[in-house]
């Protein structure tokens, strides 16, 4: 459940980007912290593992409007992807809002993407939250690879691995260059936003 401020009428609402280890979290996170930095006032912080880096910052989102009179504010985090930081992981998902899952294109990471997001779903029921009902987004990133001769996943293969059953909205994605990269931010913030406000009602 979000941290409701009374005195500063603001709600604050916790994103967090989850996925396997080199899938493109970080990128998502740093591409948008570039990009969106006229309204972003916090630094971007890493906190780094041995090999891998849990970023985190918070912004003001424009144009998202209020719930019930309230500023939203909006906090974003990754996990680290590596299978050995599993209590870290843990840990960033207290308190989440809404999820999005950033999911690597290339074909020999197909095993890594499925354990991830079946990972994602039982660090989620420690917490008593269901991955079929919390705000979720599946971003398909690394989807320039192909035209560099790597072997990628088609989008069906994607859907069919990760969201047969979830039935979510998903982007393909660059994080690197920023393609879908706010296209993804949008739409999980439009659904944490409608949760959030049902919640409160």
Known sequence: MAFVNLKKKEVQAKIVYYGPGRGGKTSNLEYIHKTLQSRIQAELVAI???????????????????????NVRIQLYTVPGQVKYNATRKLVLRGVDGLVFVADSMALRREKNILSLKNAQENLAVYKKSIFKIPLVLQYNKRDLANQGI?????????????????????????????????????????TMTSLSNELK
């Open 48 to 70: 780094k593992t041995h090999g891998d880096r849990t970023l985190f910052f918070d912004f003001l989102p424009f144009d998202v409007g209020k719930i019930k009179n309230y």
């Open 151 to 191: 072997p990628t996943m088609s989008i069906q293969q994607l859907e069919k691995d990760l969201n047969s059953r979830l039935k979510v909205p998903f982007f393909e994605a660059t994080a690197l260059s920023g393609t879908n990269v706010i296209a993804t931010l949008k739409k999980i913030i439009a659904l």
